[in-house]
């Protein structure tokens, strides 16, 4: 079983800054994808950004409201995923999720990497709130 711990979220202006980490508690060997997802008050859960474990394989997927402000990245030796969130707006008020998957790779195909059924760890969420 993998646990997922995540942190970093906060209350902060329009146009402020924040980083989110999710580290994984049990580290498998396995090609995995690990990536954020976000989910605001009456509204489904969507995806973020999500990337490939291994090596240059794969290219991160963002979606379009995260493209140009958001970075996701990764630590292997920590087994830890970050999304660095800069110009945040308003509407990125969210619970912020990271997911992670190992026992397919969601992440190599455009048609599921947003797909939340085909990640099966989740975090418990942090919470991201950004005033006007």
């Known amino acids: 079983q993998v646990h997922l711990v995540e942190s970093g979220g906060g209350s902060v202006q329009a146009g402020g800054s924040l980083t989110l980490s999710c580290a994984a508690s049990?580290?498998?060997?396995?090609?995995?994808?690990m990536g954020w997802f976000r989910q605001a008050p009456g509204r489904e859960r969507e995806a973020v950004a999500v990337?490939?474990?291994?090596?240059?394989?794969?290219?991160?997927y963002y979606s379009d409201s995260a493209k140009g402000r958001f970075t996701i990245s990764r630590d292997n030796t920590k087994n830890t995923v970050y999304l660095q969130m800069n110009s945040l707006k308003p509407e990125d008020t969210a619970m912020y999720y990271c997911?992670?998957?190992?026992?397919?790779?969601?992440?190599?195909?455009?048609?599921?990497?947003?797909?939340?059924?085909?990640?099966?760890?989740w975090g418990q969420g942090t919470q991201v709130t950004v005033s006007s």
């Open positions: 997911a992670y998957e190992f026992e397919s790779t969601p992440c190599l195909f455009d048609s599921k990497w947003a797909r939340y059924a085909e990640y099966h760890y």
């Open positions: 049990e580290f498998s060997d396995s090609e995995r994808c």
């Open positions: 990337m490939y474990s291994e090596g240059e394989g794969g290219v991160p």
